[in-house]
């Protein structure tokens, strides 16, 4: 693997399990079998790398999701499957986690690929719904911006639950009582 990308995976695990503070230059190179020359060499510093890493983990999710969002079926089904998909529940949400980041948080340009990100999944889901809708699939009086924004909110509430209790069986709860009610609302 080349130098760049030992030093962007690295640098997203480690904001992924340490947090922007807790992610040190020494820790970037130690991961990445990389030296210092080489980090200085590709980027200006710790902040560049970062922004280089937080909008690399937004566009895997982004990937990722669309893989389920964007399949056939109904829109019921497609959401389902995006919210079953394998996930490294208890390490909680790659972008996710970067909210609860002060230093994140407070530069802009870090920010910026977090919102983007979250962004952009409250509206795919919402486009999810609305086609739900204009299939008959869900009522017409349905919301597709609340109910996408509702999705969202159960996704991450639930990781954040599951962490809390050092267990899945909170993440899965809050997933599948969502889909019933999704399915409750199509039925």
């Known amino acids: 693997m ?17 947090g922007y503070v807790g992610t040190s230059p020494k820790a970037i190179q130690r991961a990445a079998d990389a030296g210092q020359g080489s980090m200085y060499h590709h980027f200006s510093g710790k902040a560049q790398l970062a922004q280089a890493a937080i909008e690399r983990s937004g566009s895997e999710l982004r990937a990722a999701a669309e893989e389920q969002l964007s399949g056939a079926g109904p829109a019921t089904e497609r959401i389902a499957g995006y919210l079953r998909r394998d996930r490294e529940v208890l390490k909680g949400c790659r972008m996710g986690r970067l909210t609860a980041d002060p230093d994140v948080l407070a530069d802009p340009v870090l920010r910026a690929p977090v919102a ?60 599948e009582g969502l889909i019933e009610l999704l399915e409750g609302v199509a039925a």
Do not use: C, H, N
């Open 2 to 18: 080349e130098t760049v990308e030992r030093l962007i995976r690295s640098t997203q695990e480690l904001l992924w399990e340490r």
């Open 116 to 175: 983007e990100t979250l962004g952009w999944l409250r509206t795919r889901l919402a486009e999810v719904i609305a086609d739900g809708k204009e299939s008959g699939e869900y009522p017409a009086g349905l919301d597709p911006d609340r109910t996408a924004a509702t999705v969202a909110a159960v996704l991450q509430g639930g990781y954040v639950l599951a962490r809390a209790a050092g267990s899945d069986e909170p993440f899965e709860l809050a997933v």
